[in-house]
């Protein structure tokens, strides 16, 4: 399919090339009070031919080959031999004329048949390479920003793939922790997290996904914490709004319930955590509260900045310019409050 449409776009230029030419080679004839004899036409088409000859050939050769650093020389060398050459040629095409075609044509000096070429030689000089320059450059900014979207593309895809590694760590520890105690519940953790598998092998891949399953997956997430926590600690989860109607990058919000859960629940202190997502026609509001309560000692959770790293720089690659976030860790409470502006 690709191949047509380069073969098309082909067509074009080359139909828009001969239109421009076309019309330039008319523009002498357009005179009404001009005498037009074949004389005329002969000189004004092979000098025409010579000035399309420079053109392509500074355009497709010249520039290609010379105008690079270090060989500038070479270049304007090149072209002033174009120009001298450009001269000769149509100056020795008129004598041709004169003597074949026109005998009795009032012939001006050779030293003003020769520099007459030179003008509209330079402007076509100027012409062609303008283009040809300028066309360069666009295509250097497109390879230089495709590049750039690649080098993103890479960078989201490394971030995402450390996601599910470093979630999925974390929820082996929960149900080893159940196995552990032989709890009842380890049998219900485990398809849990075979369901928040399922999620991740199979939703999160794409692009963006509904924003009503990543709040099932939050919701799928929480349930499995329920089953080690204790009874007291309280845990709310308020939704405003229709999550169906958005869609959100995957396992966005997951790293910040996470982060709550591992350090805001403590079997010595009362415990709370509190999350709440507000959706509107152009705005996802996302809030979560919990106790700080640190645990220098667990080399577990001295790694699990992680996460929190890890989403920030995808909400930059992601969202640039269409989110804000806040960070308050101060005192007793850790709050968050995300907000997600939707083009």
């Known amino acids: 399919m690709q191949r047509p449409s380069g073969n098309l776009s082909r067509f074009y230029t080359i139909a828009i090339h001969i239109l421009i030419w076309g019309g330039l080679f008319m523009i002498p004839f357009i005179d009404d009070?001009?005498?037009?004899t074949p004389h005329f036409i002969w000189r004004n088409a092979i000098l025409f031919v010579l000035l399309m000859a420079f053109y392509y050939f500074n355009t497709y050769f010249l520039i290609r080959k010379f105008y690079?650093?270090?060989?500038?020389?070479?270049?304007?060398?090149?072209?002033i031999g174009c120009l001298v050459l450009i001269a000769s040629l149509?100056?020795?095409?008129?004598?041709?004329?004169?003597?074949?075609?026109?005998?009795?044509f009032h012939r001006p000096?050779?030293?003003?048949?020769?520099?007459?070429?030179?003008?509209?030689?330079?402007?076509v000089f100027a012409i062609s390479t303008a283009i040809r320059i300028t066309n360069e450059w666009f295509k250097a900014e497109k390879q230089k920003k495709e590049m750039e979207n690649e080098k993103l593309n890479s960078e989201l895809a490394f971030l995402k793939s450390q996601v599910n590694p470093h979630f999925l760590f974390n929820i082996l520890n929960n149900i080893c922790s159940l196995a552990r105690k032989k709890s009842d519940h380890t049998e219900d953790a485990i398809i849990k997290l075979s369901q928040l598998m399922r999620y991740m092998l199979y939703e999160s891949k794409d692009e963006k996904v509904s924003l009503e399953k990543e709040v099932e997956y939050l919701q799928n997430y929480i349930e499995l914490q329920r089953l080690r926590i204790s009874e007291s600690v309280v845990i709310q989860f308020v939704i405003n709004g229709k999550p169906e109607t958005k869609v959100i990058e995957p396992m966005l919000l997951i790293p910040f319930v996470e982060n709550?859960?591992?350090?805001?629940?403590?079997?010595?202190?009362?415990?709370?955590?509190?999350?709440?997502?507000?959706?509107?026609?152009?705005?996802?509001?996302?809030?979560?509260?919990?106790?700080?309560i640190r645990k220098s000692?667990?080399?577990?959770?001295?790694?699990?900045?992680?996460?929190?790293?890890?989403?920030?720089?995808?909400?930059?690659?992601?969202?640039?310019?269409?989110?804000?976030?806040?960070?308050?860790?101060?005192?007793?409470k850790y709050r968050v409050d995300l907000e997600i502006r939707f083009i």
């Open 297 to 332: 000692d667990d080399p577990v959770q001295q790694e699990s900045g992680i996460g929190l790293k890890n989403v920030l720089r995808r909400l930059e690659l992601i969202y640039p310019g269409q989110h804000s976030i806040r960070i308050d860790d101060r005192g007793t």
């Open 90 to 104: 149509n100056l020795l095409s008129l004598e041709i004329l004169d003597n074949y075609i026109s005998p009795d």
């Open 109 to 123: 000096s050779h030293l003003h048949r020769f520099f007459f070429p030179v003008f509209p030689s330079l402007f």
């Open 33 to 36: 009070n001009r005498h037009i």
């Open 260 to 292: 709550a859960f591992k350090h805001g629940v403590s079997y010595l202190e009362d415990s709370q955590i509190d999350i709440r997502l507000d959706i509107t026609n152009d705005h996802l509001q996302f809030h979560i509260e919990n106790n700080m």
């Open 68 to 79: 690079l650093p270090g060989r500038m020389l070479y270049y304007f060398l090149a072209i």
